[in-house]
C-alpha cells in the first residue's frame, strides 16, 4: 500500500516534467491505476480483517476524493 500511495504523487511530478500534455496524460493514467491498486488492498483488508469497517471506509473515501482530483486534472489536459 505504501508503495502504490508514493507512486500517485512520484507519478504526477514526473509527467508533469515531461515534455508533452500527452506524456502528462498517461503519466496522470498511471497514478490513478495506483488510486486502484490502493482501494484493491482495501477490499483485502477488509475480508482478512485487518482494517477496521470505519476505517476502511474512510480510507476508500480518501480515494475516492483522490480519483476524482486525477479525473479533473486529466479532463484537464485533454482540452488544451
Known amino acids: 500500500m505504501r508503495r502504490a500511495a508514493v507512486s500517485i504523487p512520484s507519478n504526477i511530478a514526473e ?9 502528462y496524460i498517461h503519466y496522470l493514467t498511471i497514478s490513478r491505476g495506483s488510486k486502484s491498486e490502493i482501494e484493491t ?8 480483517n485487518y482494517l477496521s469497517k470505519e476505517d476502511a471506509q474512510t480510507a476508500l473515501q480518501l480515494c475516492k ?12 489536459q485533454k482540452l488544451k
Open 15 to 23: 509527467g508533469y516534467d515531461r515534455n508533452t500534455t500527452a506524456e
Open 41 to 48: 488492498q482495501i477490499y483485502i483488508c477488509i475480508m482478512l
Open 65 to 76: 476524493d483522490i480519483g476524482k482530483m486525477l479525473n479533473v486534472l486529466i479532463n484537464k
